[in-house]
């Protein structure tokens, strides 16, 4: 099956550091990406959605300056969270869609923590 | 708007009774497209099922189950005979469409353990 691959799993960096969580889909090519964010014992919110040599398009209330989506190429994404604050510590999850299929793959996940 | 409501925050059996998670949607568009997925401690989305909003047969796999009424816009989740390693956090989702872009709206999510 589809497989989807973030790194890192986890991340520990310091307030005002800015930290890259890579998303590869590993078997397939990816049409688009999405980009959720999921706060202690909540749900998943959506961020963005990125399309491949496209900007990305940001949910409302998510801050694009803060949080950078780079889709380089059909197999990966990279969201760069930028001058991180404690309160961006989370659990960062990535899912994919394929050119063939509209099924969305979910990565792992990246949980960050900002100190 | 569209949006997913599960209005059990936790829920507790003892192994090997059954239980219902409820889902309860809202959407306005007359094709749209529910999910269930179970996020166990690791973290890791496991995807359950998907059903689309013209095809109201109930479900079966194995243990479980899923009931999808367009009347009552509900789309419940049952599991048989439950197991420990059934525990975890399981979600209800809708999308509008199905293409390659379709966003996926979440529920708040259901945390069930099962108690040996």
């Known amino acids: 099956g589809a497989v989807v691959s973030q790194h890192p799993s986890w991340v520990i960096c310091k307030s005002g550091t800015s930290v890259k969580i890579e998303c590869r889909s590993l078997?397939?090519?990816?049409?688009?990406m999405f980009w959720y964010r999921q706060f202690p014992k909540q749900s998943l919110m959506l961020m963005a959605t990125?399309?491949?040599?496209?900007?990305?398009?940001?949910e409302q209330g998510v801050e694009k300056d803060k949080f950078l989506i780079n889709h380089a190429s059909l197999t990966l994404s990279t969201l760069t969270v930028t001058s991180a604050h404690p309160e961006d510590s989370s659990f960062y999850i990535c899912?994919?869609?394929?050119?063939?299929?509209?099924?969305?793959?979910f990565g792992p996940g990246t949980r960050l923590t900002v100190t | 708007a569209q949006k997913v409501t599960q209005a059990q925050t936790e829920i507790s059996v003892v192994e090997k009774e059954d239980v219902t998670l409820d889902c309860v949607y809202e959407?306005?568009?007359?094709?749209?497209?529910l999910f269930w997925y179970k996020q166990p401690p690791s973290g890791e989305l496991v995807f359950l099922i998907r059903?689309?909003?013209?095809?109201?047969q109930n479900e079966i796999s194995g243990r479980y189950s899923w009931n999808f009424q367009k009347s009552t816009s509900s789309f419940n989740f049952t599991i048989t005979a439950s197991q420990v390693v059934d525990s975890a956090v399981y979600f209800c989702?809708?999308?509008?469409?199905?293409?390659?872009?379709?966003?996926?709206?979440f529920g708040s999510g259901t945390r069930l353990s099962i108690r040996p």
């Open positions: 959407t306005r568009d007359t094709t749209y497209y």
């Open positions: 990125s399309n491949e040599g496209s900007k990305a398009t940001y």
């Open positions: 989702a809708l999308s509008e469409r199905y293409s390659s872009a379709s966003k996926i709206i």
């Open positions: 899912s994919a869609t394929s050119r063939t299929s509209y099924e969305q793959y």
């Open positions: 059903r689309n909003s013209f095809d109201e």
């Open positions: 078997d397939f090519q990816a049409t688009t």
